[in-house]
T-cell receptor
Framework: ELKVEQNPLFLSMQEGKNYTIYCNYS?????LYWYRQDPGKSLESLFV?????AVKQEGRLMASLDTKARLSTLHITAAVHDLSATYFC????????????FGPGTSLSVIP | DGGITQSPKYLFRKEGQNVTLSCEQN?????MYWYRQDPGQGLRLIYY???????QKGDIAEGYSVSREKKESFPLTVTSAQKNPTAFYLC???????????FGSGTRLTVV
């Protein structure tokens, strides 16, 4: 059974600092997604990573995928308060449809 | 604009009542999904449907039922058999081409 873990689960960081969120998964997959959720809101797609070595960047966020290590990272550069949210990684089980398993989420709080 | 519409945004259920949550998409997506999210938790899959007139149980299907009579619609009924239905319910859809999910805005269900 596919398991998806995130580390850390809670993160409090100062504005201007850098940090990385890690997403580990337990079985072979080459499709991984990152989502953002603001309190009380739905999930917003951030990145779609479709192959080993994929790297995508949007603003202060950069995501990467290492399928051999079964690891994805979400790197935050020079954090700002607006990045405060919960970040979920999700792994595609590569069945005949998009059955996706979500990690538990990382709650990020950026402090001035 | 294409997207997923969930209604209502807030729903209150009395003990012993069945309630139905609506999910409509105009993205021409084949697959649709229902997830439940409890406070501070990740997403758990309730039901999914890959094609019209076909659906499968997810990890926590007990006390829930669905139908898929049209490609655009995937309503979820929370039955009286679901003993702890208070949660945030998210509907999602996908094209099954590896682009990940598009989420609706969610329905917050509370038992009163």
């Amino acid at each position: 059974e596919l398991k998806v873990e995130q580390n850390p689960l809670f993160l409090s960081m100062q504005e201007g600092k850098n940090y990385t969120i890690y997403c580990n998964y337990s079985t072979t997959s080459d499709r991984l997604y990152w989502y953002r959720q603001d309190p009380g809101k739905s999930l917003e797609s951030l990145f779609v990573l479709l192959s080993n070595g994929a790297v995508k960047q949007e603003g202060r966020l950069m995501a990467s995928l290492d399928t051999k290590a079964r690891l994805s990272t979400l790197h935050i550069t020079a954090a700002v308060h607006d990045l405060s949210a919960t970040y979920f990684c999700a792994v595609d089980m590569k069945t005949s449809y998009d059955k996706v398993i979500f990690g538990p989420g990382t709650s990020l709080s950026v402090i001035p | 604009d294409g997207g997923i519409t969930q209604s209502p945004k807030y729903l209150f259920r009395k003990e012993g009542q069945n309630v139905t949550l609506s999910c409509e998409q105009n993205l021409n997506h084949d697959a649709m999904y229902w997830y439940r999210q409890d406070p501070g938790q990740g997403l758990r899959l309730i039901y999914y449907s890959q094609i019209v007139n076909d659906f499968q149980k997810g990890d926590i299907a007990e006390g829930y039922s669905v139908s898929r009579e049209k490609k655009e619609s995937f309503p979820l009924t929370v039955t009286s058999a679901q003993k702890n239905p208070t949660a945030f319910y998210l509907c999602a859809s996908s094209l099954t081409t590896g682009d990940g999910y598009t989420f609706g805005s969610g329905t917050r269900l509370t038992v009163v």
